[in-house]
């Protein structure tokens, strides 16, 4: 799939996006594609407008220009909401999980989008909500083992590691098949050893699970060895796009971001 | 001894009754941070809706029913026209949207349905009787037993359910159950609705203990001790909040009372829960808010 001899498949095309906050312009006519069953990642020194065009993929913040194309589909703007039921999972810089929730409640809420079952079914018992919660539970454990998660399945996330709790939220987007998981800094915080074992479990889904992934890294050692395609933001412009090995050597990326150091 | 264990086993049960209306408020704070003022006209509403169908001339369960699905609907209009368009808005934004609405159904109510106070009959007798040597009031003890078992329901409904972890998960973090594909409205539809079947129950005791009139609107204002002391997050808190307020009274009231030449229910509890901002701002079962710097 990734080497596609007739043409590129892009499973996610942002074109020309602006964006501002009032006077501040923080992504300015910024296009990226990211193809199919890659690993893309999002590089640049801190505002340079990474998170936003997170944001604006999974229709946070309205772009005051351009557009977005997902499945080929091209949006105006996302909506939230229709964004999970697209098939687009998301974790965020700061975790955001429901910290009083057991950590199997929280992949639980992963599985929303799913739901087809209605208030009265599951008041009342009906065998639709029966079924459907039966089947919740399972799959919100296939993804507990997947992530290896299970010693940790009944602790409230708010008393877990910052590390163990990243990957809570990975397992949260990740319960519901999403084809496209955008990850807002996986590693941040995290030692060597725990940034290799995400690592490991980023690739992992990647390939077994065929699942593309966009993802927020600072880590460039990371970044190098785990991207097929790598795209370098400064003051929210693009200045470089490609294989990661190109980017490196990139005189731009060196001077904007990189540093002499590499 | 045993005027003691009267007394506070007496306030101990009069108190689930503050508990009944406190959880009503629980529900709606804890799911869209809205403290719905008008909580207490809708309790007013549904009395007096519920002692007009009967004095239609329709029994008592049918009555009921009619009237939980008036309630029902109305509250989850109310939530799609006057809250939900308010939604970003700040809590005091949403804190006067429900005291103006308090005053609009509490009009609309007696407008439609008069102002006079009215009798409402539940079908549980007001007698006392006798445990051992420990006087009871029968109605009160039946009150808590209702009160329990709708806790029961709630905590079942709210625990395990997925409408619960939703629930629990858009109370946490609204933007974040957005992302993940939890429709945010619909969870707050639910809350409103379930609120008002609790309403429904409260304004049946209360209608029954102390007639259908204006003042059952003002039920709320006791159900605000409760709400500081037990937290307004907090079902569980909802009711230890309001066996406490109600022991306390109780107690007061007759140890008290004779000191100061009585008179203490109506602002002891008041007292009580000045005392617990002093000591525990957030009540008993609150949360603090850890703010990330």
Not at chain 1, 142 to 166: D, H, M, R, W
Not at chain 2, 42 to 63: D, K, P, R, Y
Not at chain 2, 132 to 141: A, K, M, P, V
């Amino acid at each position: 799939m990734r080497k596609n001899p007739i043409g590129k498949d892009n499973i996610l095309e942002v074109c020309d996006v602006t964006l501002a906050f009032g006077g501040t312009v923080a992504i300015d006519t910024f296009s990226f594609s990211v193809e199919r069953g890659s690993i893309c990642s999002l590089i640049g020194p801190n505002g340079a407008g990474k998170s936003s065009i997170l944001n604006v993929v999974n229709g946070v913040y309205v772009p005051n220009a351009g557009s977005i194309k997902f499945n080929n589909q091209q949006y105006r703007r996302m909506q939230p909401l229709k964004v999970a039921s697209m098939g687009i999972g998301r974790t965020f810089q700061h975790n955001a999980l429901f910290g009083k929730m057991t950590v199997l409640d929280n992949v639980m809420t992963g599985l929303s989008r799913k739901a087809l079952s209605t208030v009265p079914e599951i008041i009342f018992k009906l065998p639709r909500a029966r079924n459907e919660a039966s089947s919740f539970l399972r799959k919100a454990r296939e993804t507990i083992s997947f992530l290896e998660l299970n010693e940790f399945e009944a602790v409230a996330v708010e008393n877990l590691p910052y590390g163990v709790q990243k990957r809570v939220g990975l397992a949260r987007a990740l319960v519901s098949e999403p084809n496209l998981l955008l990850l807002d800094e996986p590693m941040a915080g995290m030692n060597k050893e725990e940034k290799r074992e995400m690592s490991d479990y980023i690739t992992d889904i990647n390939r077994k699970l065929s699942t593309t992934i966009v993802l927020i890294e600072h880590d460039i050692s990371v970044v190098m060895e785990l991207s097929d395609h790598v795209v370098v933001l400064d003051y929210g412009r693009k200045i470089s796009d490609g294989d990661p090995n190109i980017v490196k050597d990139d005189p731009e990326v060196i001077s904007a971001y990189l540093g002499v150091g590499l | 001894m045993t005027l003691f264990i009267e007394t506070l086993l007496g306030g101990l049960l009069a108190g689930t009754m503050y508990s009944l209306v406190a959880i009503g408020f629980v529900l709606i704070f804890k799911a869209s941070g809205v403290f719905n003022y008008s909580q207490g006209s809708l309790l007013l509403f549904s009395a007096l809706t519920l002692v007009t169908f009967i004095e239609m001339g329709l029994s008592f369960w049918s009555a009921v029913l009619i009237t939980l699905v008036v309630i029902v609907l109305l509250s989850i209009l109310i939530e799609r026209i006057v809250l939900r368009p308010l939604a970003s808005r700040n809590v005091m934004t949403l804190f006067m949207a429900t005291l103006g609405l308090s005053y609009v159904i509490e009009g609309a109510a007696q407008g439609l349905m008069g102002a006079e106070v009215r009798l409402l009959d539940i079908g549980i007798d007001d007698n006392a009787m006798f445990v051992g040597e420990i006087l009871i009031s029968q109605f009160d003890l039946v009150v808590a037993c209702l009160a329990m078992i709708l806790v029961v329901i709630l905590a079942i409904m709210f625990s395990k359910t997925r409408i619960g972890i939703s629930l629990r998960a858009v109370a946490d973090d609204a933007a974040a159950a957005q992302s993940i594909g939890i429709n945010i409205n619909r969870i707050w539809q639910i809350v409103w609705a379930v609120a008002a079947v609790v309403g429904l129950i409260s304004g049946m005791v209360w209608g029954a203990r102390q007639g259908v009139a204006f003042s059952l609107s003002l039920v709320v204002l006791k159900a605000l001790p409760v709400l500081i002391i037990g937290g307004f997050t907090s079902i569980t808190g909802a009711i230890v909040g309001g066996i406490l307020i109600g022991a306390s009274e109780a107690l007061a009231e007759t140890y008290l009372g004779p000191m100061v030449g009585g008179g203490i229910t109506p602002w002891f509890a008041y007292v009580v829960a000045l005392a617990f901002l002093f000591i525990r701002p957030v009540g008993l079962f609150g949360e603090y808010k850890v703010e990330r710097v």
